[in-house]
């Protein structure tokens, strides 16, 4: 295996060969090589087919800006495709594939798709596709997507795991090419926190591309040498491989660390990237600028490329992209290229230089205010066709061209917060405007500071002012003597005549005719243009190729650039993955798991779990035999009812309210009244919304005068609590009352049914009376349990069975649930699960979320009477609203089907015996359903129009999803024990 | 974005919770004659500035106090941060 | 005497301890926990009961104090929590109540929170990997609240390479899974 453009020297290491494959042949690579580098070195310069026209192509960059290098990175579920090879770092092994081709690159059938261009010019999908609008879904869309695209996905679930994190800094220097590492070393020397990062895998920037000296050192062996020392420094931390990818508001910014894709496989363990939550105090922008083509005819052949990207490939990759390489320029930069080139013994052809009064230069002939016309050579550029100042034609035979049309400075992440970059005339380019993020500043050519010497002071200087502004003292470093040219450039963005398939954006093939074009049907705004051409879209958002868009933009409108005004940038500067965005937080740790005290008993116990929130609850728990969960449901429904059964309802939210104003606060954010609940009694309460509408209902039991414990409804636990200290501190700051949520520290279980008292007697220790007498319906204290453990005791009831709650210290939950276990062997004690808690509840027809469901009043659930108009409290004047208190309101009911095989299915609508089934005529809807083991029929509760007065009426409950109709009649929400007997036992 | 606490100093934004605009401390008297009217003013009319706004953000991932906060909607930059018990009691409110 | 056995936050009867590289992270079962809030008007009066029944000034925002084996730490606008051995202070809410009576509402914390220490070098990388704290400049005493796992914790340097995490006892496996994953990341990384 040759490497044919292999040089010497560079910044890889030649005693460490690599194996790797590109579309399935074997080549071999330096450590320190990116992908595209190590091609390069092997004489392979067609990477890719473009999107539309599936043209040849091959890296116009050695950078991430890249358009046109983009290939799909590993095999299997590791797969990633749109990987610019030109970033992508060599590893052995590597196994890479190009994309957007078949059969194969060299051979593109949809190559096809170049000859009919004509018909593919902007605005091509909104002319063509327009009718009929039908087509689109199923005719036209999925065809363009197989013709025109990037690459395919693996369809396979991405195996590697994601951090993230958080880092604290004072100065934040995005960039560590020139200006970045002199601001880190003053910064670093002042004993800043300091953060530096580097999206490439060395620091230096340019320094490792130019061979300019720094003192009388090269730039990389100068940047070296400054890395080492800020390495030695604690309070700098040195972040390669990290983009900062947006900024956002106050001094936060989001990087993404590559920990592991310069790797095969990540070790064992370690995420694939990181994403960092970086809050700064001071930002500094230093990252450099980005390299313009000069758009020519033919100009996307394989070969033809950025001149400081060939500068890069023989300065720091020593690969050089063909042994003969013609040069285009408007400016100085040509010259640095030839001169770079024959040093490292390439040929030159010819520096084609746009300027009449272009520079002599010793290293190749100088073709002064000529102008390239076209190109020849199929899968890679062969021949450039230039025209002379005279107007005559001369052929110039290359391999590679190197292209420079000057630099654009960085100003991306001075945009992020609508900032408008500004236009220098001295530089033909947009620079940081004055409204870029608080606390960010700009250094070095990002800042339109092009000179090496110009990029280090100014680094030094802004890292100083930046500091200065948060009361840090810093000096600037003594910047190494280094070139310090100015601007020597003629802007010039494209060459005029021929066919106009002069290439602007190779991303989204996007040719200057295009951009005439758009401009011949009238779109005006740079917004518009970028859309209707899709110029500056995709992975590279257009970094190379916004420039001459709106460049000839201007000249078309007969305007000047700044006032035709420039697309601004918004995160991320450049693609980032989903998988970092998510972290960790994927499959069944997306969100935290809470577990019932009872979790691991009922987990011994076989239970089926359902997620309740971030809650696993047991639904049911199946006895060997039974293969269907309404067999499990309904036989802890009826054991419950005939003697007892357990259900853990720790889940439901408990709030500790104390203070000598508890009795008071309770009063002015429950409707009806707890002014006067005695001592050791429980109330059932319903919250109201201030705008009247129920919020959420619990209960309240009184330990102390001043001491209450409040209960919510498991879903509304958080913001009920929130409500709660939105009133405390808002509306009523000097009650005194405290509030703390206890809804983790006790585990409460309810034991229900006719036998629940006898089996809690042998719980609660014999000094406490719980017969009947002594601790009634809507009873509460504080007790003892099993030989002296605190609990606490309420008599309430959500079955409508003899029932009570006890709570223990969570810890001892555990304990508990098996000891009433043991305890209620001789009783057949059952654990009951959500399913038959729910179901018996239907039975008793109380509410519950289904029912409380944030468009229902109290009126509407048969509790109109309970909203106190003697007392202020939240959401009773509103309730009183006319359109709330129709007469024919709806009222919550029950709902029995008229044949009891029949289901009654909640979601239903509720419609008159015949007649028409619409909005119109819609009488109500079922909000819960269950099948009653005890009636042994289907059953439900719901809201009828003036269901109160309705009962015995037979309707039709319509459920048009599942295409069913059932006749229900209106009865009584409360099937089971209406006169409330049992639980008064 | 970053909410600078009277107490705490700078925190993370992600750690609160937004309610709205910071009239809702000013609740109507119950008792007033035109009650009902107040009450619907309060509950459903709000300014919705382009620019500087007084808003309740809770801290429940934090120490759970109740904030008014001063920020301009357009450029999210916060000028003013103090506790809504203490707005309240400035603007009356006891008990 | 009672006869229940307590189990840990993780479901374990013993405390939980993984050792990955340098950092160890231990399940702290051990503790009792009571919220102490001023009630209204005894903001400054409770500074000097609350002194007197627990020898501990009541913590500034952001700090804690200790004395012995007893800490109080801050929670809220004057509020605080105090920690103590389990074994020996299983009712110091009950104890509390009494002592700080009229200035203080007292509440049982117990079993509210499961709590995990960090303890050696990695602990900063650990703490990086979860949550949004600043943990290198937070002073020793420090104590914060914020979100870990998308849980509200409290985040306490005890010494220089020393952290405890408060966290909702009913997410405990979650909060575990999460700092020891972080840690396995830590060191993988290295």
């Known amino acids: 295996m040759t490497q044919k453009n292999r040089l010497t020297g560079g910044l890889i290491d030649h005693t460490k060969p690599l194996e790797f494959k590109f579309d399935g042949k074997s080549y071999q690579g330096y450590e320190g090589d990116t992908l595209a580098s190590a091609l390069l070195a092997n004489d392979v310069r067609l990477m890719g087919r473009s999107f539309k026209y599936h043209r040849p192509r091959g890296p116009l960059t050695a950078g991430s800006e890249e358009p046109n290098a983009i290939i799909e990175l590993r095999t299997g579920n590791r797969q990633e495709p749109n990987t610019r090879a030109t970033t992508a770092e060599l590893y052995d092994g590597l196994t890479a594939n190009s994309q957007n081709r078949w059969p194969s690159l060299r051979r593109d059938f949809m190559a096809i798709n170049d000859r009919f261009s004509q018909f593919f010019a902007a605005g091509f999908y909104y002319k063509t596709f327009m009718w009929p609008a039908a087509f689109w879904e199923k005719v036209y869309e999925p065809i363009i997507r197989k013709a025109a695209g990037l690459g395919s996905l693996s369809m396979e679930a991405d195996p590697d795991a994601y951090d993230k994190g958080f880092l604290h800094c004072d100065l934040l220097i995005i960039g560590a090419g020139p200006a970045g590492l002199s601001a880190a070393l003053t910064a670093g020397r002042a004993g800043a926190r300091v953060i530096l990062s580097e999206e490439d895998y060395i620091c230096g920037g340019r320094l490792n591309s130019e061979t300019n000296a720094l003192d009388d050192m090269s730039g990389a062996e100068w940047a070296l040498q400054t890395l080492a020392e800020l390495q030695s420094l604690p309070n700098v931390r040195i972040m390669t491989r990290t983009t900062v990818i947006g900024a956002y508001d106050h001094g936060i910014y989001g990087a993404v660390e590559r920990v592991s894709d310069h790797m095969a496989v990540p070790a064992d363990g370690a995420p694939r990237q990181t994403l960092w939550r970086i809050y700064s105090k001071q930002a500094l922008l230093c990252a450099g600028s980005t390299e313009r083509p000069i758009a020519f005819e033919n100009n996307d052949r394989p070969g033809i490329m950025l001149g400081g990207a060939v500068r890069s490939y023989v300065n720091r990759w020593a690969a050089t992209p063909a042994q003969e390489i013609a040069i285009f320029t408007n400016n100085d930069d040509g010259h640095r290229t030839a001169a770079d080139l024959t040093a490292k013994g390439v040929k030159v052809s010819a520096i084609i230089d746009t300027r009449t009064d272009a520079p002599t230069s010793e290293h190749a002939t100088v073709l002064a205010g000529a102008k390239v016309k076209d190109s020849l050579g199929r899968l890679g550029v062969k021949q450039l066709s230039v025209e002379l100042a005279d107007g005559s034609i001369r052929n110039v035979s290359c391999e590679a061209v190197a292209v420079s049309g000057g630099w654009n400075p960085n100003v991306h992440m001075t945009c992020h917060q609508r900032g408008r970059p500004t236009w220098h005339e001295n530089i033909s380019a947009f620079v940081p405007g004055p409204d870029g993020p608080p606390g960010l500043s700009v250094a070095g050519s990002a800042a339109g500071i092009m000179s090496t010497h110009g990029a280090l002071t100014s680094g030094a200087k802004s890292a100083v002012s930046a500091l200065k502004s948060i009361g840090i003292k810093a000096k600037a470093i003594r910047t190494p003597k280094a070139e310090d040219a100015p601007v020597n450039l003629q802007p010039y963005w494209y060459v005029k005549g021929g066919n106009g398939r002069a290439w602007l954006d190779q991303q989204n093939d996007v040719t200057v005719k295009d951009v005439k074009l758009a401009h011949q049907e009238n779109f005006r705004s740079v917004e518009h243009l970028k859309r209707y051409t899709t110029l500056g879209m995709a992975t590279d958002q257009g970094k190379t190729s916004n420039m001459g868009g709106l460049a000839i933009m201007a000249e078309l409108a007969g305007k000047s650039i700044p006032e035709v005004g420039t697309t601004i940038f918004r995160p991320p500067y450049t693609p980032t993955s989903m998988g970092v965005l998510g972290g960790r937080a994927v499959g069944k740790d997306f969100h935290p798991t809470r577990k019932t005290p009872s979790h691991f008993w009922a987990e011994e116990q076989g239970a089926v779990f359902v997620e309740v929130g971030n809650w696993l609850r047991a639904q049911w728990f199946p006895k060997a035999g039974e293969t269907h969960w309404r067999q499990s449901v309904d036989r802890e429904v009826l054991a419950t009812r005939k003697s007892v059964g357990v259900c853990d309802v720790t889940t439901l939210g408990k709030v500790d309210v104390q203070g000598t104003d508890a009795a008071e606060f309770l009063n002015k954010i429950y409707c009806n009244g707890f002014a006067k609940l005695a001592v050791g009694k429980t109330r059932y309460g319903l919250m109201l919304r201030e705008d009247g509408i129920a919020m959420d209902d619990g209960t309240a039991g009184r330990l102390a005068e001043d001491h209450f414990v409040v209960t919510t409804t498991t879903a509304n636990a958080v913001s009920v609590y929130r409500h709660m200290e939105f009133c405390r501190q808002c509306l009523w700051p000097d009650m005194d009352v405290q509030l703390i949520s206890t809804t983790e520290s006790w585990a409460q279980y309810a034991v229900a049914g006719p036998n629940s008292r006898k089996l809690l007697e042998k719980i609660v220790d014999s000094e406490f009376d719980i017969s009947n007498e002594a601790f009634p319906f809507m009873a509460c204290g504080e007790v003892t349990v099993c030989g002296g453990l605190r609990a606490r005791l309420f008599r309430i009831s959500f079955s409508g069975e003899l029932a009570y709650e006890i709570a223990v210290p969570t810890r001892y939950g555990d304990a508990m649930i098996r000891k009433l276990m043991e305890a209620g062997k001789e009783f057949d004690v059952v654990p009951y699960g959500t399913e038959a808690l729910g179901v018996m509840r239907i039975e008793k027809g109380h509410a519950a979320g289904n029912e409380l469901n944030g468009t229902t009043t109290a009126l509407n659930l048969g509790m109109g009477r309970m909203v106190s108009k003697k007392k202020d409290s939240i959401g009773s004047i509103l309730s009183e609203r006319v359109g709330l208190n129709e007469d024919d309101a709806l009222m919550q009911v029950g709902f029995k089907p008229v044949d009891n095989k029949e289901p009654v299915i909640a979601g239903s609508h509720l419609m008159a015996k015949t007649g028409e089934v619409n909005a119109k005529t819609d009488q109500g809807y079922i909000t819960s359903a269950a099948y009653s083991p005890i009636l042994e029929s289907s059953i439900g509760i719901g809201f009828l129009k003036d269901g109160g007065n309705r009962k015995g009426e037979i309707l039709r409950a319509v459920n048009p999803l599942k295409n069913q109709t059932v006749l229900v009649e209106v009865v009584s929400a409360h099937f089971v024990d209406p006169e409330g007997e049992r639980l008064r036992a | 974005m970053i909410i600078n606490h009277p107490i705490l100093g700078p925190r993370d934004a992600q750690e609160f919770t937004y309610l709205g605009d910071a009239s809702l401390i000013n609740r109507p008297d119950w008792q007033a004659d035109d009650a009902a009217k107040q009450f619907y003013d309060y509950q459903y009319l709000r300014d919705n500035p382009a620019g500087e706004h007084r808003e309740l953000w809770f801290h429940e991932q934090g120490d759970r106090s109740w904030l008014v906060v001063t920020r301009n909607t357009v450029t999210h930059e916060i000028s003013k941060v103090e506790l809504a018990s203490d707005v309240a009691r400035k603007e009356g409110r006891s008990k | ?190």
């Open chain 3, 1 to 190: 005497m009672h006869s229940l056995q307590p189990i840990t936050a993780l479901g374990g009867t013993e405390a939980q301890i993984d050792v990955i590289g340098d950092v160890t992270i231990s399940e702290c079962p051990d503790w009792s926990l009571t919220s102490i809030s001023a009630r209204l008007g005894a903001e400054k009066t409770i500074a000097t009961v609350f002194k007197k029944a627990l020898g501990i000034a009541f913590p500034k925002p952001m700090l804690s104090g200790t004395k012995d084996d007893i800490t109080a730490f801050w929670t809220g606008p004057d509020q605080c929590i105090v920690e103590a051995p389990y074994t020996t202070h299983e009712t110091l809410a009950a104890t509390l109540a009494t002592s700080l009576k009229t200035k203080a509402s007292v509440t049982e914390q117990s079993d509210g929170w499961v709590r995990f220490d960090l303890e050696g070098a990695d602990c900063f990388a650990t703490l990086e990997r979860s949550c949004a704290v600043d943990v290198q400049v937070m002073p020793v005493g420090g104590v914060t609240r914020t979100i870990l796992e998308h849980l509200g914790c409290f985040v306490l340097r005890r010494s220089d390479h020393h952290f405890s995490i408060y966290g909702p006892r009913s997410s405990a496996g979650s909060l575990h899974h999460a700092l020891v994953t972080a840690a396995r990341s830590v060191l993988a990384q290295k």
